[in-house]
């Protein structure tokens, strides 16, 4: 306590219901972030985008998934290479906005691949959840709107968390049961680390 007689003492209640107020201080939430690549060193740079968010202030990547080779969701077979898909746990200060511009900073860091020509994007960062969170907002929708059905999301969320569940959308196993894991084929060959 201060020793300045002109200032009060702030009672013990106050001070824990200010605490209580500041969830950026006491109350890092969970969040699931999928990282998927199909162009130049799709291992190099998944383990580069979890670096890079294992270095961001008020960031600790808790889990990384295996990974998985995966083919291309979305798009006509055979027009794209099949992509590296992992998932990570991360338990994190940051509001949902500011976890969503650093994951456009680290796809902005990777989209050039060093090959003959300014290449298209190798890196896509995308946040499927965070905590509880369930929002229509076009800029983060949460979860994220088609998470649900992408095998590449739900299989390696699964390892890291089998007791995991969507908001809104039920148990990841559940959801598992009626999106399959056709075109999602584990690579033990190769591990991502957990940064230290
Ligand atoms: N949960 C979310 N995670 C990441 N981006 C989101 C999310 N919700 C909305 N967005 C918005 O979507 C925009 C496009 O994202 P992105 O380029 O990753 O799309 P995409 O990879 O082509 O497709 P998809 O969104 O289906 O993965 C982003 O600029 C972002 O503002
Ligand atoms: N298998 C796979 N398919 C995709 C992926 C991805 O990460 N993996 N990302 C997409 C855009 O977000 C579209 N399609």
Redesign the pocket.
């Known amino acids: 306590m201060s020793s300045d007689p002109t200032v009060q003492p702030v009672p013990a209640s106050v001070e824990e219901r200010v605490d209580a107020a500041d969830t950026t201080l006491h109350n890092p939430k969970w969040a699931v972030v999928s990282l998927g690549s199909n162009l130049g060193n799709r291992l190099e740079t998944l383990q580069g985008a979890i670096d890079a968010l294992a270095d961001t202030p008020g960031m600790r990547v808790k889990a990384v998934s295996p990974v998985y080779e995966t083919e291309p969701w ?1 798009v006509e077979p055979g027009s794209q290479p099949n992509y590296l898909n992992a998932v990570v746990l991360v338990k994190t200060t940051l509001p949902p906005g500011s976890l ?1 511009e650093r ?2 900073a680290i ?1 902005e860091a990777f989209v050039r691949v060093r090959d003959e020509r300014w290449g298209p ?1 190798t890196i ?5 959840s965070y905590q509880d969170v369930v929002s229509n ?10 998470a649900h059905e992408r095998a590449f999301v739900l299989v390696p969320w699964h390892d890291v968390d089998p007791a995991a569940e969507l908001p809104g959308r039920g148990p990841v196993e559940e959801l598992l049961t009626h999106v399959g894991r056709e075109g999602v084929t584990p690579r033990s060959d190769v591990e991502l680390r957990l940064p230290e």
């Open positions: 979305g969503l994951a456009h796809e994007r896509d960062v995308d946040i499927v907002d076009p800029q983060l929708t949460l979860p994220h709107p088609r």
